[in-house]
Every structure is written in C-alpha cells, then in structure tokens.
C-alpha cells in the first residue's frame, strides 16, 4: 500500500495519512479529530509500506490498520535518542 503522510501544521510531532493520490479536498474527517489535524501541510508522498521493514518512527501496521478502517489514520512521529556515559 502506497500512502501520502500530511504533517500538522500546529504540531510538528501529528500526522495524518491516506492511501497515495487521495483528494484531500473530498477528505471529510469526524468532528472528534484532534484539531491539530486540520492544518496540514504535504510532507511525504507515496511512500509504500512494507510490514517486513521496520520503520524507526512509524507504526505501519497501525497506520495501515487505521487506513483500511477509516481510510485514514492519525499518527504521530517522534523519536527520541538518549545520551549518557556507561557507569
């Protein structure tokens, strides 16, 4: 599955995909979705997932799960990397 990732504008950490091609005009999301999700700006396109690949910060079968269910999904991205010195 092909998909194109949407980046909040509000909250650089939420996102929200869709299936690669999407009209985002016609894209009609339920009242209850956080309001961080409805300025967007493109950020990835048609970025094929692929459940044998694991990626750092995105959850793909959730993604894909809330794809198919919805035909959307509102994710968030974050990493975080911890540094110190071995004791």
Do not use: C, W
Request: hydrophobic share 35%; glycine share 4%.
């Amino acid at each position: 599955m092909k998909i194109d990732i949407y980046k909040s504008t509000k909250n650089g950490n939420k996102y929200l995909s869709v299936p690669a091609g999407t009209d985002m005009q016609k894209l009609t999301l339920p009242a209850s979705a956080d309001s961080d999700i409805r300025t967007l700006s493109p950020f990835k396109t048609r970025l094929e997932l692929d459940l044998s690949r694991q990626r750092a910060v995105l959850d793909q079968k959730d993604v894909m799960e809330q794809i198919q269910k919805n035909g959307f999904a509102i994710h968030d991205a974050k990493a975080e990397i911890t540094v110190g010195s071995a004791a």
